[in-house]
């Protein structure tokens, strides 16, 4: 069983930046990929952000590309996502989840049911 726990979100005018976390509960953490998602009031969860297990491979999408990006410190069993140039439209619930299958293709690691296990949520608001 993997736990993850979320933190490091709360309130940033457009244009800052925000680091959040995410901390596992699980011996083997290096063996799972680790992907980001938000969701809008309303709205589906969407993919953002996904590195391996060794953090050597990472992906983004398009609408964060240049201004998220995700490490690890597998030490620490932790993930980080760390946002520049913040946006109003990046208002959302920010959830870690992890599999312990990395998947390279978008059809797959773009798709919140490729992921077991999901932390909380922590909620970031961008004010224009």
């Known amino acids: 069983q993997v736990q993850l726990t979320e933190s490091g979100g709360g309130l940033v005018q457009a244009g800052g930046s925000l680091r959040l976390s995410c901390t596992a509960s699980?011996?083997?953490?290096?063996?799972?990929?680790v992907a980001w998602f938000r969701q809008a009031p309303g709205k589906e969860r969407d993919f953002v952000a996904l590195i391996s297990g060794n953090g050597g491979r990472t992906a983004n999408a398009d609408s964060v590309k240049d201004r998220f990006t995700a490490s690890r410190d597998n030490v620490k069993k932790l993930v980080f996502l760390q946002m520049n140039s913040l946006k109003p439209e990046d208002t959302a619930v920010y959830y870690c989840?992890?599999?312990?299958?990395?998947?390279?293709?978008?059809?797959?690691?773009?798709?919140?049911?490729?992921?077991?296990?999901w932390g909380q949520g922590t909620q970031v608001t961008v004010s224009s």
């Open positions: 989840a992890a599999s312990p299958t990395y998947y390279s293709s978008s059809t797959y690691y773009a798709r919140a049911t490729s992921y077991a296990y």
């Open positions: 699980v011996r083997t953490f290096s063996s799972y990929a």
